[in-house]
């Protein structure tokens, strides 16, 4: 069985990328006499352009480790995907066209929500695709889990640690900004994780009085420095009120560089205590898979290149109770898995004390 595979990552990148890729090529070359793979560069760009290299399985050795993605990554937005780029080019056609023209049997799509929303266009255009649940914001629908979200949390974690123990000589509040623009779990695990005391997310938009309350509560019991670990998309209930223009308005408008920045000035102007803002942004993206992904992007890889072998196409691999198996793309398209605020994480977050704001 002679197979010609197309691989390429899309989107935002995350250290997992390259061990998800080595677990399809390994489980590949292990497993069918003769396989090529074909890495488009920079996502869906090198589709669209032919942009790609022609693989061997030494590109895929010693990269397990390595963060990044050894085929380049961009964001190429879904709702541009049906707009003629800058020369008048089709991009769907294009890569549709790339895909006939290399005799691919299938197309393997690493990406988050916005890049299987594409391999699902593309999969209803006729195309053989495979999709890879990656991002380090774990809000793919369907999989409990995504690659990259553990690493993310790991550095997540290690930033409010290192956090807590000058909060704690300095008698400050600190605030730690996490990842996540729509979704709130890496906030909500990091915070849980590195003893945040409270925790603000996208989901559960917060009254910055009650925050205030629960820094004075802490104070009242000697507890002179308090940590907040808040989402890149924490959303005041006033802003939660606000019509989608108003809140784009309210944005351009603010003087702060991001929410953080604002709910700590809201902090000092209530509770006259000292505040201190820390970002870790894209380094949450940075550095090695940690040892689950590892495991994770492993298996998922492996589960991929067995749907290849048995001709299973226009799905998402994903994991469910630990066990490695696929849905269709076209029913995990589009939607987000976010925190419920009702679920049994932050019950059990609000149990130990932890403050959501609202
Ligand atoms: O989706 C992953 C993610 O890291 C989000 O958590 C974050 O909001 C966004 O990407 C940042 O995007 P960019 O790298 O384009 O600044």
């Known amino acids: 069985m002679a197979l010609n595979v197309g691989i390429l990552t899309s989107g935002g990148d995350c250290q997992s990328l390259n061990a998800t890729m080595r677990g399809v090529a390994k489980a590949l070359y292990t497993n069918v006499k003769d396989v090529k793979i074909i890495g488009f560069l920079d996502g869906y760009k090198g589709l669209m352009y032919e942009n790609y290299r022609v693989m061997s399985p030494s590109d895929f050795s010693g990269i397990l480790t390595e963060g990044g993605t050894i085929l ?26 790339t895909y006939n023209k290399l005799k691919l049997d299938c197309l393997v799509v690493l990406g988050g929500n916005g890049s299987q929303k594409t391999a699902n266009l593309l999969s209803q255009e006729g195309l053989n695709v495979i999709g890879l649940p990656k991002t380090i914001d774990n809000d793919l629908w369907g999989t409990d889990i995504t690659f990259g979200f553990e690493s993310a949390l790991n550095v997540a974690t290690n930033a409010i640690d290192c956090i ?30 590195g003893g945040a005391d409270i925790i603000l997310l996208p989901e559960i938009p917060y009254d910055i009085n009650v925050v205030a309350e629960a820094i004075r509560q802490r104070e009242k019991q000697g507890k002179l420095f308090s940590i907040l670990a808040v989402a890149e998309g924490a959303i005041s209930k006033e802003t939660a009120a606000l019509s989608k223009k108003e809140r784009k308005k ?27 803002v820390t970002v870790p942004g894209h380094m949450q993206r940075g550095g090695s898979p940690c040892p689950y992904d590892r495991v994770l992007s492993s298996r998922l890889g492996a589960y991929a290149a067995g749907m290849i072998m048995r001709k299973e196409f ?45």
């Open 72 to 97: 380049g990554s961009s964001r190429q937005p879904f709702k541009m995907m049906t707009v003629p780029d800058e020369n008048g080019l089709d991009k769907v056609k294009a890569m549709k066209s």
């Open 164 to 193: 807590h123990t000058t909060a704690a000589s300095h008698s400050r509040v600190f605030i730690v900004e996490v990842m996540g623009h729509k979704v709130g779990w890496l906030t909500l695990h990091a915070g849980i994780a």
């Open 314 to 358: 226009g799905a998402l691999v994903v994991s469910q109770n630990d066990v490695i198996t696929h849905l269709p793309l076209s029913e995990i398209a589009g939607k987000l898995k976010v925190v419920d605020p009702e679920c049994d994480i932050i019950q059990q977050a609000r149990m130990i004390g932890i403050s959501f704001g609202d």
């Open 250 to 276: 309210k944005a351009e408008q603010s003087v702060y560089p991001s929410i953080a920045y604002e709910i700590g000035a809201d902090i000092t102007r209530l509770t006259g205590q000292e505040v201190r």
